[in-house]
């Protein structure tokens, strides 16, 4: 079980009757599991940082429309993103707008629509910012996004210390920060890093900060400049392998606290707000893939597991989507069992690429058996290419106590209307499940 504490009989009771009620493939996510994770960063992290969900790893509305009752702000990459968000009740002025490929429409569109910040990957996007803000008559807020020149080792990927697309390059940032720090029509409220993800070692997250923390000093003093924000990348990673440990997040605190206490010790520093942004490790180990195997063959020695749901549902769990070497994700065959044997999972697309699994051991699978895949409430569906070879989409479960209900967003289906509002496909009726009270819960 990738969420400790929780009892696995319940959890496959309720997988068993999402299956049953809304069918396979789905990915199903547990609030209760996301409530108690943003209880545990609160209490190791809330003493500095309030905290920032980044869109990007899961968009799903309705998901986004439980959030936004619980989490301060909302970090969008996309002016669709933007009005997912604005749909799912979260204020405009909540919203940050980072990505370095952002289109004067989609500036215009964020500007007029009362963004909170937008957050500046370079000199040009500062220039295009303004000029939609004049031509507007307003003065944009905006975080100024910069790229160290150093990243430690122990990140999943690297988004600074080598040629990058994000932010501004700190070792010759100079010049343009004073020409962004000009324009009439911006008021620069911030900084922003965020330069790695997944990390599972707390000594690598801390020294990061670190770095963070002597590059917004260095660049508030040389620009005078009193920030209002600083938002801190977080980096913190999930367990997705059977080799991989949980995170200590006091361990993270332990190390980082002196830091954010100096940091925050400082005159210039008294009234800033310190905002951690994050995704995965919000959601990503409250949520599983469930599939049905629908075919079991033999083949030259070895076992096949053919699934409903496969790479076209979930990139990340086939290997592809950053992994230099593909391991499996965390699984296992709903309803448990003995003995354990090996077999390789497939999704249904006629190509090799399309796998699950690769030699995992579970108690041994036969056609109609269920698996659920761990780690996948975050970079599941929404980093998945769903349209190859067009099986449609899987469903969404939102679970909330002991209710779960299909929250699939209404324009996989072809409701096109449906994207530009940003709003979910009718969730349809609440399932009440059977007995669900302690999934999730400790
Ligand atoms: C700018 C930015 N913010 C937030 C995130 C979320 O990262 P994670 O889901 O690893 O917390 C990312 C991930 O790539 C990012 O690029």
Redesign the pocket.
């Known amino acids: 079980m990738s969420l400790p504490g929780s009892d696995a009989t319940a959890l496959d009771d309720l997988l068993r009757e999402v299956a049953d009620a809304i069918g396979t493939p789905a990915y199903v996510y547990l609030t209760d599991a996301i409530e108690r994770r943003l209880s545990e960063l609160r209490a190791a992290l809330g003493p500095w940082f309030s905290f920032s969900y980044?869109a990007?790893?899961n968009p799903n509305p309705e998901l986004l429309r439980w959030l936004a009752d619980r989490v301060e702000r909302v970090?969008v990459?996309s002016i669709g993103e933007f009005r997912l968000a604005q749909a799912a009740g979260w204020g405009a002025d909540r919203a940050s707008f980072?990505?370095p490929g952002k289109r004067t429409a989609e500036i215009v569109d964020a500007v007029s629509g009362g963004v909170g910040e937008m957050?500046l990957e370079s000199l040009r996007e500062a220039v295009a910012v303004d000029r939609v803000a004049q031509s507007l008559g307003r003065r944009q807020d905006v975080l100024i996004?910069l790229s160290p020149a150093r990243v430690p080792k122990g990140f999943g990927?690297h988004?600074a210390g080598r040629p990058s697309p994000?932010g501004l390059d700190v070792e010759t940032a100079g010049d343009d920060l004073r020409r962004i720090m000009a324009l009439r029509h911006l008021r620069v409220v911030g900084l922003?890093i965020?330069s790695g993800?997944?990390s599972l070692r707390p000594e690598a997250i801390c020294e990061n900060y670190r770095i963070f923390i002597e590059v917004f000093r260095s660049v508030c003093e040389d620009l005078d400049l009193r920030p209002e924000t600083l938002v801190f990348?977080?980096?913190?990673?999930i367990p997705y392998h059977d080799q991989d440990n949980p995170l200590d997040l006091m361990a993270v605190a332990d190390g980082a606290g002196p830091d954010l206490d100096a940091l925050k010790a400082e005159p210039r520093f008294r009234d800033t707000r310190l905002v951690l942004?994050?995704?995965?490790?919000?959601v990503?180990e409250a949520g599983y893939f469930l599939t049905q195997v629908t075919s079991v063959k033999e083949s030259r020695g070895t076992r096949i597991g053919i699934c409903d749901g496969g790479m076209n549902n979930h990139l990340p769990a086939s290997g592809h989507f950053g992994m230099v070497i593909r391991r499996n994700y965390r699984m296992h065959r709903v309803g448990g069992g003995a003995p354990a044997e090996k077999i390789d999972l497939v999704g249904p697309l006629c190509t090799s690429i399309d796998r699950l699994a690769t030699g995992v051991s579970m108690p041994r699978i036969e056609e109609g058996d269920l698996v659920a895949v761990h780690s996948s409430g975050?970079?599941g569906l929404t980093a998945s290419p769903l349209h190859f070879i067009s099986h449609g989409p899987p469903h969404e479960v939102l679970v909330e106590g002991a209710r779960f209900r299909d929250v699939t967003r209404g324009w996989y289906l072809g409701q096109e209307a449906d994207s530009d509002r940003g709003s979910a496909q009718d969730p349809g009726q609440t399932h009440q499940a059977s007995d669900v009270a302690t999934v999730g819960l400790d």
Do not use: I, N, P, W
């Not at 990348?233 to 990673?237: A, E, F, I, N």
């Not at 942004?277 to 919000?282: D, F, I, K």
């Open positions: 980044a990007k790893c970090d990459s980072t990505g957050v996004r990927d988004m994000f922003h965020y993800t997944q990348g977080s980096g913190l990673g942004e994050l995704g995965r490790y919000l990503g975050a970079y």
